[in-house]
């Protein structure tokens, strides 16, 4: 291999970079460089099951991506920070001695200058930084998991922000006038599903029925956190192209009663509605909701519903193939902000049973949207697939989740992001240092073997990937790529990286550290394929598959 004969030579790369402690933070090198030998990784042959077929450095500032099939959200995967960029010297120096989890070099932002194990993390402006530098000097994470404590924390100024706002302080949060709320939405769907199978859930009139009698805003005013928000559209609007067409049917139980009478049930019918004994994000009280949509449809329909709790991979298992044969309460959370991912996962062409039999004409219609990256046909392609689902009504969509974000009112720029991305370089407070509370402690700063969003926040503000959330934003920008290109069948992409960018070890960035910040996570024979855990899920659940056999 390509890669292989470059690491034995010591031809592909500069010397080892400088430990972290002793970084000379924006100065470049000054040991003679080696002269540029591309790499390239490049997996047998496509039959491996995963998405990406090569990655190579056409030059020292070029990357090419080749993919095995079209991926329209190519792009929005890659500003994911499990995918940034560190120097190819260290991953090879550090990945190998476990030293890569506590001490990421990147080209963001702010540098970890410490970590003090259950007590906070240390950030430093990097002065060196390519874009605008951070306003605030110093960022510091703390960690508390109890929501109420967190608050007190920011109410008595030791906090400058806190995140996660516990439920029990909402109203006191909404009469306070020395903070700043921020809701988060989350990227998900709250949905109750029907089986176009089973009858009397085969009728169309009757899916319509139960759509216009239950009463959604209710239901979120009641179960849900204060800033989620009644579900217009399957997809949350964050998400781009989503919130195309007619919005959801209005609460109208005359009217649905007189769609029942046409279906030829004017007085109900009976049957079950299942859920299963898991709080999710998007359902966060899954007996109190089936009680209240009980109520509603025996009320406004005279639909008789047995409650059945199930156990969470039994009723998964039902679901997926189309065991349930009545109504259940599901939803999921979106892994990337694209309209194609929640779009497919339910209606696709690889969609599960759970609505009954598929629709060949709406898996048509999603299939063009995955199949172009110009926006406006994606936008027309979407606004057909959202009528569709309106008129057949496979699933009433009821809630998109939230969370909240709390700032002191010294805060400027203040925002909360749909993805937990927060750019704090951005903020400002009157003052050298900010400090940030959430919930959770990360467990590690190699974001490509992280899943948790602890994690991948801290992560995005030390290392870039080559695409990047705009601010309080789902869509994507360029970041450490001026652009990425992509071929006509949207399975090639050709990334351009700003030239002169400087790593904060001095080093600078080329396409050989693109390609060996995705090969350690790609290959799973490569002997860097290691991380926290070794799994790194964000990889195989983006792109598919590791790969074991490379192409010589």
Known sequence: MILLLCLLLAACRPSQPAE?????????????????????????????GGEIKAIEALDINTVRFSLCYPDVAFLVKLAWPAFAIQPAEW?????SSGELLQHPIGTGPYLLES???????????????????ARLSQLIFRWEPDGSRRLAELQGGEADAVDGVSSDDYAMVQAADTLIAKPRPNLDIFYVGMNNTAAPFDKEKVRQAIAMAINRQDIVEKFFPVYASVADYFTPCEIPNACQGDSWYSYDPGRARAL???????????AQLAYRNVVRSYLPQPYAIAKEIQAQLRVNLGITLELVGMESDAFLGAADTGALKSLYLLGLSANYPDAG???DFHFGMGATLQFGNPSPDLAKILKAGSATADNAVRQAIY???N????????MVPVAHSASLILFQNAVQNAHASPVNQESFAALENGKDSFTWMEAQEPFSLYCADETDASAQRACAQVTESLYRYSLASASVEPGLASQCVAAPDLKEWTCNLRPGILFQDG????????????????????PLHRGRTGEFIPFQSLFGAFVTELKE
């Not at 991953?91 to 990945?95: D, H, N, S, V």
């Open 20 to 48: 972290p402690a002793s970084i000379s933070v924006g100065q470049p090198a000054t040991a003679l460089q080696a002269p540029f030998a591309p790499l390239k990784v490049a997996a047998k042959d496509c039959s491996y």
């Open 91 to 95: 991953l090879e120096k550090a990945g």
């Open 115 to 133: 970590w003090t194990p259950g007590r906070e993390m240390v950030f430093q402006r990097f002065e060196g930084y390519w874009g605008p530098k």
């Open 260 to 270: 029942m009478a046409e279906a030829g049930l004017p007085n109900g019918f009976v």
């Open 341 to 343: 991912y929640l779009f």
């Open 383 to 385: 606004r057909e697939a």
């Open 387 to 394: 009528n569709w689902i309106k008129q057949h009504v496979p």
């Open 507 to 526: 080093s600078a960035l080329d396409a050989n550290d693109v390609v060996m910040s995705f090969q350690v996570q790609w290959v799973s024979t490569d």
